[in-house]
């Protein structure tokens, strides 16, 4: 077993620092303020955060890694409307996405058996999941503006068919959620060939066997497609009953 | 109300198709269409003309409720537009936007994509309807058309919806004179067939020739309206009218003939004064 490096060891890894705050000085680079509190924060952010997991995995209980979750997910809305900005309900609709994408994702693991309750485990698996079904949030509004400002002719050229906003909105939904798709789907057909991935490295790293540590490493593939995908999904609709208005027009959008 | 086989179209035989009761639309503060009171009749070419900015794409995407008035209604048929389902109405009077775009990439998907289950036969006396042989262009993929040709297949494609209206913006502002005379005679053929088109344009000499009737916009106002053939449809768009000065060629209520040349009574029109039923009138001949 790998010894867990101690708090001198840290310290040591500090001259790191010290090595890109001697490159952005000699190359006179305008960053070395950046780099040194960049560097600071990152410790004391990471301090705070093993502090915050430390008291959860011993207090916290279920329902409490549940309500830190779910805390999560509001954070992680808030990121996601920036993207749909002009987009009527844009928190609403991302948070939406994000909780069915989590929530689903995860039961089906918990309630399969694949995971277990403790908050050790529901925590860091719980951020991953919020973590992927946020970002799909993300592409799928930036895609769904991208497409109301540039396809609006063409939406509109439907409408005035009679189509109902659904089907007059239906070229424009599945490139939202196919663009929203593509990360994930290609992060999980090169896993392992061009770096090895979270989970499976820092298992391997704590002296777990590789071959074990594969199989946490496949289930947090197969996690994260259908938390994106769900995620992608439910963001969209929701966020297509809001570009509509009730006479089936499609809502002015800031360019 | 009556007509008779051959009888030439007198305007105010016709049914008002739409009525603007004084419809404004304020955006922004700014007032794009003022105070508009219009009857368009049923079953001619009305063509609303005046320069760009004057209000004219506005006042036809009110028609079909891709947009809403500040203020006054707007009637088809009789019935406020706002008390009718907005698909149905949409199908009823269909809008062609100013730039054709395609919506799919095959000719014959084209002409289906608001009538899905279209037989293959009604896709092809639809191409010959608006002038695009079948043999030819069935196959071809839309962004292979050229722009009147695009133009003429999203006509196709609104009428397999079987509209009893067309709302046309600008449908030959982007065409070379030769493909604009081929869609212009395409309208008046659907006329003709006992279709009504109202068409904006800021071609103000076309609009004249292919239209019954006309109304000039300027600044949201309309400062005239008549027969096409009364109007010095030149004078009236260069000269923009003192305020709130409406220039009537003639009353278009009681005008006589409005384009002997190619506007025969269809058959059998309707002679109801008021339908009950604004999306279910009478049956066109």
């Known amino acids: ?255 | 109300m009556r007509r008779t086989p051959g009888a030439y179209v007198v305007l105010v035989d016709r049914a008002d198709l739409f009525s603007l009761e004084d419809v404004s639309l304020v955006v922004d503060g700014r007032r794009i269409l003022d105070g508009v009171d219009e009857h368009i009749h049923d079953g001619v070419v009305t063509a609303v003309a005046g320069p760009s900015g004057s209000g004219k794409s506005t006042l036809l995407r009110l028609l079909n409720r891709l947009a809403e008035p500040t203020s006054g209604r707007i009637l088809f048929r009789g019935t406020d537009v706002r008390e009718l389902d907005v698909l149905e109405l949409r199908r009823h009077a269909v809008l062609v936007p100013q730039h054709a775009v395609a919506l799919t990439d095959d000719v014959a998907a084209e002409v289906r994509v608001a009538a899905p289950g279209l037989p293959d036969d009604a896709v092809r006396a639809l191409l010959s309807r608006v002038a695009l042989d079948p043999a030819e262009f069935l196959g071809r993929r839309p962004a292979s058309l050229s722009g009147g040709e695009l133009q003429r297949l999203c006509l196709a494609r609104a009428l397999a919806v079987g509209p009893d209206a067309l709302l046309l913006d600008e449908p030959t502002s982007a065409l070379d004179p030769r493909s604009a005379d081929a869609v212009d005679s395409v309208i008046r053929s659907l006329v003709d067939s006992g279709l009504a088109v109202v068409l904006v344009s800021h071609d103000v000499v076309r609009a004249g020739r292919v239209a019954d009737d006309v109304r000039v916009l300027h600044d949201g106002r309309v400062t005239a309206r008549g027969p096409a053939r009364d109007l010095d449809l030149h004078h009236e768009l260069m000269s923009p009218p003192a305020d709130g000065h409406v220039h009537p060629a003639d009353d278009p209520r009681t005008h006589g003939p409005a384009h002997p040349q190619h506007a025969p009574a269809p058959p059998g029109a309707p002679t109801t004064d008021g339908p009950p039923d604004p999306l279910h009138p009478p049956e066109q001949p």
């Open chain 1, 1 to 255: 077993m790998t010894t867990i490096p101690s708090w001198t060891a840290v310290a040591v890894s500090g001259l790191l620092v010290l090595v890109a705050v001697a490159i952005a000085s000699w190359q006179r680079l305008g960053i070395t303020r950046d780099v040194v509190v960049a560097a600071l924060r990152a410790l004391v952010q990471l301090v705070a955060i093993g502090a915050v997991l430390a008291w959860l995995f011993t207090h916290a209980g279920v329902a409490g890694a549940l309500a830190w979750i779910l805390a999560m997910t509001f954070v992680a809305a808030n990121e996601s409307r920036r993207r749909g900005r002009g987009i009527p309900r844009a928190y609403t609709s991302a948070l939406v996405g994000i909780l069915v994408g989590t929530a689903s994702t995860l039961g089906v693991l918990v309630v399969g058996g694949v995971i277990s309750t403790e908050p050790q485990v529901l925590i860091p698996i719980g951020g991953m999941v919020v973590s992927g079904s946020m970002q799909a949030a993300s592409l799928t509004l930036s895609s769904l503006r991208r497409s109301v400002v540039d396809n609006r002719p063409a939406v509109e050229a439907a409408l005035s068919l009679g189509l109902p906003a659904h089907q007059a909105f239906a070229r424009e939904m599945r490139t939202a959620v196919r663009t929203a798709l593509i990360p994930t789907v290609d992060s999980t057909r090169v896993v392992g060939l061009i770096s090895l991935p979270g989970t499976m490295t820092g298992l391997i790293i704590a002296g777990v066997d590789p071959l074990e540590a594969i199989r946490y490493q496949i289930i947090v593939m197969y996690m994260l497609l259908a938390a994106w995908a769900v995620s992608a999904l439910v963001t969209a609709r929701a966020a297509q009953g809001a570009l509509f208005d009730d006479a089936q027009r499609l809502v002015p959008i800031p360019a």
